[in-house]
């Protein structure tokens, strides 16, 4: 376990709850001694079938509502149901949470719960000696051991004599706790997950109220199976008070945040509110036209439930008829918005290019994904950097924005749709698997300081021709913006034509015309180029550090924790993060050209890394990872100081 005081006390009054912990259930006291901590990492594995994203997801919203820092790191198959009992069919959820800010779900476990051998064989790699391993040892049957490689049984070769480990039978506690329940044998089992759900809720003095009251709604239908659940729970419960197994639970108390309401938060669900919010405060209907895809598709489940918000989705029938329908809904006077992986932009690209043309406003959210093609749907990467750059025929240029935390997806989407309705143009946003899945604390904004998104239509005649005449023209441009007007059909005398074809600058007749395509093609990247975009922020309290570390995306909790790790060991290093990559900040260049050493972590092979040395001919120097998980932060901080060590024995 990490960083846990010296001494084991009893906490609390005479009942031994301590201040804002979790009531034991009904009858029951907490007796044993508590050990405080400072944080704690956690891993739930098991097979795809065994609930673990639900338990990891109640374990989280409990450690939210307590008030601790957190971040989440659910790990699972493709496949609907992938094989039991195998090594490629386990499914995990990490947690870390802790008493004070953290940025990642944590390098290494300190708990893992291993619900068959498949869990345990694929995790221990990532154990440190000393971890708590809880297993459930009803599944490690010959035929099971066998089935994942092991000659021997683990649990009694003393091959695992390094770490503490607890030998629960999960299944036949919870059996016997259900026996009368009047269920099936098959479907008692499957409340093993809440039986372990209650012992660690025991050991972490987690709240127990809200996971009965999920319990209840889940189930509401089902009468027998929310009680045989809360059984189970409270029996895992009751299990860790007085099995000898446990000696101690642990007390991690709740983190100093800012002042405000805070509530759990995942990156599509804060995406999901964001252009809501961006909806509500431009004053435009929200349509989303999407195909479901991972790791995107909650986005669009989310939206559909908030109808009450003017909300449209529209589930089509591929990837093509979803922008199609949201680019119309646009044309139509709607902030129109696209939900996608990697493969689905590929097959939207035309579209997107047909938006450049039209310069119509609309956001097209990238939730990337890992590989080529189908690649790893459920595994996380940030290489769709180049795609969403130039993945488009012609001078196609589009501004790209990228959150870097899942609770930042929520500012994003709006800082996405302020520039597509103020400059009229296709916006690409790039999250990834890792902020989707991934969350973490989120403070709830003030609405009213949320900004004003408001819209301007055009409403009448805004061209005078040579004999009088007052016309509307559908390309004549804002002088600061170079937006043209947004003409809502069915507007009396703003009849235009639209479509793929270049258009005349002004008239928006059809026209080909050298110079004129010339000029269009260059108005329309000016006007990219032209995007207001915030200077870029860095990070450098010394003042005198030779090194910058640059990121952008999800990438961001881990280079910030490794640039914490390296200070502290008296590295001076500075760090800046990107949010929008077209156009970039005004500033960047020279922050580039400040530091003798620029060094560019990227979960791909140099996307970013290539821009900045053709943009602004710095030798940026990447380091990179395509493995479909998250870098490390003790990974990153070696990285980091050996480039601040070399750079120091070459120059001095």
Known sequence: ????????????????????????????????????????????????????????????????????????????????????????????????????????????????????????????????????????????????????????????????????????????????????????????????????????????????????????????????????????????????????????????????????????????????????????????????????????????HELSRHKNFGVRTFQAEDEIAGIGAALGAAFGGALGVTTTSGPGVALKSETIGLAVSLELPLLVVDIQRGGPSTGLPTKTEQADLLQAMFGRNGEAPVPIVAPATPAECFDVAMEAARIAITYRTPVMLLSDGYLANGSEPWRIPDVDRLPDLRAEFAHGPNHTLEDGTEVFWPYKRDPRTLARPWAVPGTPGLEHRIGGIEKQDGSGNISYDPANHDLMVRTRQAKIDGITVPELEVDDPSGDARVLVLGWGSTYGPITAAVRRVRADGGRIAQAHLRHLNPFPANLGAVLKSYDRVVVPEMNLGQLALLLRAKYLVDAQSYNQVRGLPFKAAQLADVLSAAIGTLEENHG
Do not use: C
């Not at 990490?2 to 906490?11: H, I, K, L």
């Not at 870390?96 to 708990?111: C, E, K, M, R, Y």
């Not at 999407?290 to 598709?297: K, L, M, Q, R």
């Open 1 to 300: 376990m990490t960083s846990q005081v010296d001494q084991t006390e009893a906490v609390g009054g005479s009942d031994g709850t301590g201040p804002g912990a979790a009531p034991p259930p009904p009858g029951q006291a907490r007796a044993k001694p508590v050990r405080r901590l400072d944080r704690v990492i956690i891993r739930f594995a098991g097979d795809s079938g065994d609930g673990m994203q639900l338990t990891g997801d109640r374990f989280t919203s409990e450690t939210a509502s307590f008030g601790n820092d957190l971040s989440t790191l659910p790990n699972f198959p493709a496949e609907i149901r992938a094989p039991a009992g195998t090594l490629p069919g386990v499914s995990s959820f990490q947690l870390h949470f802790a008493d004070h800010d953290i940025l990642t779900p944590g390098d290494a476990p300190n708990v893992l719960v291993a619900m068959n051998p498949a869990a345990l064989k694929a995790n221990l790699p990532d154990l440190p000696r000393g971890a708590e391993i809880i297993v459930n040892t009803d599944e490690f049957t010959k035929r099971a051991l066998a089935k994942v490689g092991y000659a021997a049984d683990p649990l009694a070769d003393g091959s695992l004599s390094a770490y503490n480990l607890h030998k629960v039978p999960l299944t036949t506690l919870t059996l016997e706790a259900l026996k009368d329940s009047g269920l099936a044998r098959k479907d008692a089992e499957r409340a093993k997950n809440m039986f372990a759900l209650g012992l660690l809720s025991w050991m972490y003095h987690r709240p127990t109220h809200g996971t009965e009251n999920f319990l209840r709604q889940k189930f509401a239908k089902k009468p027998e199976i929310v009680e045989a659940n809360i059984q189970a729970f409270r029996a895992g419960w009751n299990f860790g008070e007085t099995t000898e197994s446990f000696a101690v639970s642990y007390e991690i108390p709740p983190a100093k945040l800012p002042a405000g309401t805070y509530r759990n938060i995942s990156g599509n669900l804060a995406l999901a509110y964001g252009l809501i919010a961006a909806a509500e405060r431009s004053g435009l209907p929200l349509f989303l036209g999407s195909y479901p895809i991972t790791p995107a598709s909650d986005i669009l």
